[in-house]
């Protein structure tokens, strides 16, 4: 009796409070900020010395690195595969649509590595080096500063189906991005506030052509973009050459870190189809970009955890994976 009781006792504290699961991975380990507190205790100086330098000397560099953690992450998890390159086992995932002609900063990571490796060899994976220089290039660019779980090791494996599969097209439905980040464990807050981090960086011609010219096969642009920027776009992103042009995707501060993006959004001046229908296509994540428009705290705050949420991704952890010694090939036994 008196067992069953506690029992129910129990199943009711739960019911009230569910366990916290936070940054536990599927396979059982943890993530923590602490990780390399005693095996590396310089890891975190290393890494934001070196992006800290790479972006001074090209500011775009910020946005690039944070992206590459994105395309990792939506790839069999934050497990650093799209640093391999291809080699006799291995189909490199930098050939995929979303990677090609536009995935960079590959070098900046060998750099972080190579210094690491000296520091203290075999020791920091390929994996957290890119969620603290996603993190790095996020403050120095101006946003919110988070603290990084860590412990992530690097697969031995790549998978270029599931870099052309599971990372989402600019020119895909919001439904079909939100499935894909659905897919990933994220929901419509976190597609909204991690799509902020084009408040940085640039796209090429080709990531948003079809939106100038064509948009659904009538031959006329897109209606839900303003058609005074349209005309603009249009004298650097022709009907067809010019495909690898570059643009910013915030136009009003392509190197700050700030909420300008979703005030862009509200403007219909977002660059990209996959921006813009955050605004037109969800009433759920139109609210999402007004309340981020308004309120920048807001917006960084919920940035700082979605990013957290995204370097979740089902990590390789304790004796999975290996550290790799070079970010771009598996260690040779
Ligand atoms: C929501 C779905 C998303 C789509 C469809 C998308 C698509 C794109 C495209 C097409 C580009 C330009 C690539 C090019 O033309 O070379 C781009 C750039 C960029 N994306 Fe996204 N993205 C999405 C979400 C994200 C997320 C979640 C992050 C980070 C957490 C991110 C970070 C960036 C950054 C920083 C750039 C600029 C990179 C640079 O200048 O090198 N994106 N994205």
Redesign the pocket.
């Known amino acids: 009796m008196g067992h069953s009781v506690g029992f129910i006792l129990v199943l009711s504290l739960l019911a009230v409070a569910p366990p916290c699961f936070c940054g536990k991975t599927i396979a059982g380990g943890y993530l923590y900020p602490q990780f390399y507190d005693h095996s590396c205790p310089k890891a975190q100086e290393i890494v934001k010395y070196i992006v800290a330098k790479a972006v001074a000397k090209e500011a775009?560099?910020?946005?690039?690195?944070?992206?590459l953690?994105?395309?990792d992450c939506?790839v069999k998890g934050c497990d650093a595969s799209i640093l391999l390159d291809s080699s006799r086992t291995i189909i490199s995932e930098k050939r995929s649509n979303?990677n090609r002609?536009?995935?960079?900063?590959f070098e900046v990571i060998d750099e972080i590595k190579a210094a690491l490796e000296k520091e203290c060899p075999h020791t920091v994976s390929c994996a957290d080096i890119m969620a603290l220089a996603?993190r790095d290039?996020t403050v120095l660019t101006g946003g919110p500063n988070w603290e990084v779980p860590l412990g992530r090791r690097d697969s031995t494996g790549a998978s270029l189906s599931g870099s052309n599969n599971n990372?989402?097209?600019?020119?895909?439905t919001f439904q079909t991005?939100l499935t894909?980040?659905k897919l990933q464990g994220l929901n419509i807050v976190?597609?909204v506030a991690?799509?902020?981090?084009?408040?940085?960086?640039?796209?090429?011609?080709?990531?948003?052509r079809q939106r100038l010219y064509n948009q659904s096969g009538n031959g006329q642009p897109d209606y839900t973009l303003d058609q005074s920027y349209a005309a603009q776009l249009r004298t650097n992103c022709p009907r067809s050459g010019g495909d690898?042009n570059?643009f910013f995707?915030d136009f009003v501060s392509p190197i700050k870190f700030d909420n300008s993006y979703f005030k862009i959004l509200l403007a219909y001046r977002g660059l990209?189809?996959?921006?813009q229908v955050?605004f037109t296509m969800s009433a759920v994540s139109r609210e999402l970009v007004k309340k981020y428009a308004y309120n920048q705290e807001l917006f960084f705050q919920q940035f700082a955890k979605?990013?957290i949420k995204?370097g979740n991704i089902s990590p390789l952890t304790g004796y999975r994976g290996e550290v790799r010694k070079n970010c771009r090939k598996v260690n040779a036994y």
């Open positions: 775009r560099m910020a946005a690039s690195l944070l992206r953690h994105f395309h939506f979303p002609n536009s995935a960079r900063g996603a290039s990372i989402p097209a600019p020119n895909n991005i894909k980040f976190d597609l991690l799509s902020g981090s084009h408040t940085i960086g640039n796209a090429r011609c080709t990531s948003f690898q570059l995707l990209l189809n996959s921006d955050l979605s990013m995204m």
